[in-house]
């Protein structure tokens, strides 16, 4: 698909959306088929193919069209005249996905089939830095801040153990005197805004440096673990902050307990 224009890739992605839903329909057909044997029924027509094999084959096309519609991305990213806002400002790509669903007219159907819907995924902006070769100006530096969050976190919740591997030109930077400050924080993060996107494309404020800080650390799946983010997780987050910034939106607290009064 590498030699395909942007035109062939976007019909190329159609033409998965609807194998896919083919697909469903044969892994219905034949789950309907099996279910009828199972009850000492003798099923009409031929025995289908095994309902594994047919799941193989959606989970390809789901796998193809993540890739592709990626790709189709990139490409119309890479046409705008600032690639990388571009691709922070759009933040997600379209995937496919079939799932269990109550089948149309029955909503008391004790029984589920496979439908295909669209859904959405985050882009990788580190990949696509290295795609178009601009990585190397903001990367160490968002690393290194990487290295010095998780030090924060370490040191506010003692005990804390484990080790971080950065680069050898992360960890050459000098990032200052307590750089996860609030006010050092959020100039190291207009600093790899700017080399990310260009001097004076985002502005940021202090409740940017906020976000970052509130949304670093999380519950880890241990009973007591913190969880730090890794690098793509954290060039994610980044993301997020910058979104907001370029389209000039709000952030949002989610939660049960909180109403915007």
Not at 72 to 101: F, G, H, W
Not at 186 to 208: S, Y
């Amino acid at each position: 698909m590498k030699n395909l224009t942007l035109t062939e890739k976007k019909a190329k992605l159609e033409e998965l959306k609807a194998a896919a839903e083919t697909l469903a329909a044969e892994y219905n057909e034949a789950d309907a088929y099996y279910m009828a044997l199972a009850a000492g029924e003798e099923p009409e027509g031929e025995e289908p193919r095994k309902l594994s094999a047919v799941m193989a084959d959606i989970k390809k096309a789901e796998g193809d069209y993540k890739t592709l519609s990626m790709d189709v991305l990139y490409d119309e990213c890479r046409a705008s005249s600032n690639p990388m806002q571009e691709l922070i400002k759009r933040l997600t790509y379209t995937t496919i996905s079939a799932k269990p669903v109550k089948p149309d007219g029955v909503p008391d159907a004790d029984y589920t089939v496979l439908s295909v819907a669209e859904g959405s995924a985050y882009v990788d902006i580190i990949h696509f830095g290295n795609a178009i070769k601009t990585a190397t100006k903001w990367f160490p530096r968002l690393q290194r801040l990487n290295h010095e969050l998780h030090n924060v976190v370490s040191k506010r919740v003692k005990g804390v153990t484990g080790t971080y591997v950065m680069s050898a030109e992360a960890a050459s930077l000098d990032m200052g005197k307590n750089p996860c400050a609030d006010k050092n924080l959020q100039a190291i993060l207009q600093t790899i805004a700017d080399e990310m996107l260009g001097k004076d494309v985002a502005k940021l404020e202090a409740r940017d440096a906020g976000f970052i800080r509130e949304t670093y650390a999380s519950t880890g799946r241990g009973k007591n673990a913190v969880k730090c983010q890794g690098d793509k997780e954290f060039a994610l987050t980044m993301a997020r902050m910058l979104n907001r910034v370029i389209t000039k939106c709000d952030y949002v607290i989610e939660s049960k307990n909180y109403t915007k009064k």
